[in-house]
C-alpha cells in the first residue's frame, strides 16, 4: 500500500481553478481504481477546510488529518507544516504530492520518503502579476534552489515543459510531461443556461478577468470593428470576475456595453452548462496567452465547437492538424477581427471524430491517473 499525502488547500472549495481540477481528477483516480494500493491522507489547516472535504462526496474514502494549530496569523500555515513534521516525525508516509509549485523552506522535513510537485508550467514567474505580491517571489526563489529535493516534476505539456526548464532553471531531463484529461464533459447530458438568449448566433468567450487571460483584448477588438457581422453578433462572456486586476476587464465591458453591442456576462457555469455552451455556440475563443495546457480550450474541441486560440499555446500545437482550429496574435486586433471572421464562415465539427482524436493522444483523465500511479510506483520502486 502507497500512502499519500496532499495538502487540501490547493484544491478544496476552488471548483473553477484548472489546477485544482487536475489535482481532484487525479484524487479520484486514485480513490476510485487504485483504492487497494494506494491510501490518500489530507492534510487541513482548519475547521473550514474540514467542512468542505466533508460535503464533497468525491472524498468519502480518504483519510484526513487537521494540521495541529498555532498563535497568530504570521506564517501560519508553514508554522503549521512544521509543526506537524515535529509531531508526527515518526509516522512515515510514502509521498508527499504538492499539487502546485509553492513549497515551504525545507519542505523535506516532513515525514516522506519522496516528494513530487505538478507544476503545470512556469506561469508562476513568465506571467507578470497583476500587483505586487511578496509570497509569490519568495515561492519562486525557494523553488529555484529547493527543486533538486524532488523526487518527481511535473508539467501538464511540453509547452510548460520549456517554460519550467526556462524560468525555474531545472533540466529538461527532470521534468516529466503528463497531459491532462479533456474528457469530463463526455457523455454528460446539455444544460441550458437560463436568461441566455440566441446561444446559436453567439460567440463565447472564456476566461477569468485577469491581464493574461486577455479577454479585455478580444472585447476591445470585436468592439471597435466596423463590420456588421462583428456589430451584430451576440456576446457571451464566461469567467470569473472578482479577482485582481479586474478593473482592466471591467473598463472593456463598461465600454462594450455601453456602445450598445449585445453582451452577456456568467461568472460560473456548471459542467453540464457547459457543454451546453460549447455545443451550440458559433465559435469559442479562448484568448489566454500563455497556459499550461488550457482545459477549456481542449474540452470546447472535443464538443466540435470551432476554436480560436492564441499562437504557440498547447491547443494550438497540439490541435494544429485539426480543421475547425484557428490561432492569431491574440494581441493583434486586426488578427483578431480578420481570424473571428474566417471562423464564423467554418461550420461545426464532428464531435466523435475529434474525441477518438483525443483519446489517441492520451488526454482521458483515466489515463492521467495512470500515468501519475506508475510514477509513484517507479519512484518508490527501490524502496518500497
Not at 479577482?243 to 459542467?271: A, M, Q, T
Amino acid at each position: 500500500m502507497i500512502r499519500v499525502a496532499w495538502l487540501g488547500y490547493s484544491f478544496l472549495g476552488r471548483q473553477a481553478s484548472g489546477t485544482a481540477q487536475v489535482s481532484r481528477k487525479i484524487l479520484s483516480f486514485l480513490l476510485n481504481e487504485k483504492s487497494n494500493e494506494v491510501q490518500i491522507t489530507i492534510l487541513l489547516k482548519n475547521s473550514h477546510e474540514k467542512k468542505l472535504l466533508a460535503e464533497d462526496s468525491q472524498f468519502s474514502k480518504c483519510s484526513w488529518e487537521l494540521l495541529p494549530n498555532v498563535k497568530g496569523r504570521f506564517l501560519r500555515s508553514s508554522r503549521q507544516y512544521y509543526k506537524y513534521c515535529y509531531q508526527k516525525r515518526d509516522k512515515t508516509y510514502d509521498l508527499l504530492h504538492f499539487s502546485v509549485p509553492r513549497l515551504y523552506p525545507l519542505f523535506w522535513l516532513f515525514p516522506a520518503k519522496k516528494f513530487v510537485c505538478i507544476f503545470h508550467a512556469g506561469g508562476e514567474i513568465s506571467v507578470p502579476p497583476d500587483k505586487f505580491i511578496l509570497s509569490r517571489h519568495v515561492y519562486n526563489i525557494l523553488m529555484k534552489i529547493q527543486w533538486k529535493k524532488l523526487n518527481a516534476i511535473y508539467a501538464v505539456s511540453e509547452f510548460g515543459r520549456q517554460e519550467i526548464c526556462t524560468y525555474y532553471r531545472i533540466p529538461i531531463s527532470r521534468i516529466t510531461v503528463i497531459t491532462p484529461g479533456v474528457d469530463n464533459l463526455w457523455g454528460l447530458p446539455e444544460k441550458p443556461v437560463n436568461g441566455l438568449d440566441s446561444v446559436k448566433d453567439s460567440i463565447l468567450i472564456i476566461g477569468r478577468w485577469q491581464k493574461y487571460k486577455n479577454v479585455h483584448t478580444v472585447l476591445d477588438s470585436i468592439r471597435t470593428s466596423t463590420n456588421e457581422v462583428l456589430a451584430n453578433t451576440p456576446i457571451i462572456l464566461l469567467g470569473k470576475s472578482n479577482l485582481l486586476g479586474k478593473n482592466l476587464v471591467k473598463k472593456s465591458v463598461d465600454s462594450f456595453i455601453s456602445g450598445g453591442r449585445k453582451l452577456s456576462i456568467l461568472e460560473y457555469v456548471e459542467d453540464a452548462q457547459l457543454k451546453y455552451l460549447f455545443s451550440n455556440v458559433k465559435l469559442v475563443i479562448h484568448p489566454s496567452l500563455n497556459e499550461g495546457f488550457g482545459i477549456p480550450a481542449f474540452e470546447a474541441f472535443s464538443e466540435g465547437a470551432i476554436l480560436l486560440v492564441h499562437k504557440g499555446t498547447p491547443a494550438s500545437q497540439y490541435l494544429s492538424k485539426h480543421d475547425g482550429l484557428m490561432t492569431c496574435n491574440m494581441l493583434d486586433s486586426q488578427d483578431i477581427q480578420s481570424s473571428i471572421l474566417s471562423c464564423l464562415a467554418n461550420p461545426r465539427r464532428n464531435k466523435m471524430q475529434r474525441v477518438e482524436s483525443l483519446k489517441e493522444l492520451g488526454m482521458t483523465w483515466w489515463d492521467f491517473g495512470s500515468q501519475v500511479y506508475k510514477s509513484y510506483v517507479e519512484i518508490l520502486l527501490p524502496t518500497h
